[in-house]
């Protein structure tokens, strides 16, 4: 089911800049209310300021954090009608990664959306509907060379995605996972030399994926993608697993060549 965006009370974590703030520009064109929510206070007060949306400052991953969200959205909007989950951290590294690193990830990429999902369901499972969209990543449905953290918490958000589809869907809540390749954002550019040999000749601008999340939104497809060939690469990664592994590993190879110093 579509989301009438005219009048629609809506959450955007990550509103502070790269997609986040994109959405919250685009939604906001199509007479959407806006919350935003960042942990740069004076990035996401900037965008709220520019869109006529409130800002929240602070963390929308911990469990205390989203119950404030929520709280301070529903006072400024009354029901949230649509909660884009998009906030997310991308951190480098392998089984090395530090617990730290691996925890982070684990809070922001996944426990971030359950825990909003906790406080939204409630409210919209009473009246009928509601609408969840979460920033995924071609990540969670291939997976990311270089960083371990991301790849397997971004399998996870999908997961989480996909579990609220097929449990609520029949009772008017719909959910959708949109999942870009690269996008020119601080998180592409923190990637390095790595990041721009692997994605910077088909990394798109964050107001690309809004476009497209907009046309999404409209007809309230599960799979969003903003890169239409990941549907390929996706179909492949399940039919010919094989092929697509030894596909992967020899770009991680190209890479590795690429970045040696």
Same mark, same amino acid.
């Given at each position: ?40 206070? +004076?990035? %996401? !007060?900037? %965008? ?12 929308? &991953? @911990?469990?205390?954090?989203? !119950? ?15 909660? /884009? ?13 530090? #617990?730290?690193?691996?925890?982070? @990830? ?7 959306? %359950? ?7 409630? *409210?919209?499972?009473? !009246?009928?509907? $509601? ?14 060379? $270089? @960083? ?7 399998? *996870? ?11 609520? !869907? ?8 949109? /999942?870009? =390749? ?13 990041? #721009?040999?692997?994605?910077?000749? @088909?990394?798109? #601008?964050? #107001?690309?994926?809004?476009?497209? /999340? ?17 549907? +390929?690469?996706?179909? &492949?990664?399940?039919? =010919? ?10 770009? =991680? ?6 970045? =040696?110093?």
């Amino acid at each position: 089911m579509s989301v009438e965006l005219d009048g629609a009370g809506v959450v955007i974590t990550g509103g502070g800049g790269g997609i986040g703030a994109a959405l919250a520009r685009k939604l906001a064109g199509q007479g959407s209310r806006l919350v935003l929510a960042d942990l740069d206070g +004076d990035a %996401v !007060r900037a %965008v709220a300021e520019e869109v006529g949306g409130t800002a929240v400052v602070g963390d929308a &991953a @911990s469990e205390e954090g989203v !119950r404030r969200l929520v709280a301070e959205a529903r006072a400024a909007l009354g029901e949230v009608d649509l909660f /884009c989950a998009n906030a997310g951290v991308a951190v480098h590294g392998g089984p090395e990664t530090t #617990e730290d690193g691996w925890a982070l @990830s684990w809070e922001v990429n996944v426990m971030a959306h %359950v825990r909003a999902a906790r406080e939204l369901l409630p *409210g919209w499972l009473e !009246r009928g509907r $509601g609408h969840f969209l979460a920033t995924v990543s071609a990540a969670g449905l291939l997976t990311s060379l $270089g @960083s371990a953290p991301y790849s397997v918490t971004k399998h *996870g958000a999908l997961a989480f995605a996909e579990w609220l589809s097929v449990t609520y !869907r029949h009772r008017g809540i719909t959910v959708q996972a949109i /999942c870009p =390749q690269g996008v020119r954002t601080k998180m592409l550019a923190d990637t390095g030399k790595e990041g #721009e040999f692997i994605m910077g000749a @088909s990394a798109i #601008e964050p #107001e690309d994926v809004a476009d497209t /999340c907009l046309e999404g939104l409209r007809d309230g497809r599960f799979l969003i993608l903003p890169h239409p060939e990941i549907a +390929d690469y996706y179909a &492949a990664r399940a039919t =010919q697993n094989e092929r697509w592994l030894g596909g992967m590993n020899k770009l =991680q190879r190209k890479v590795e060549q690429a970045v =040696q110093p």
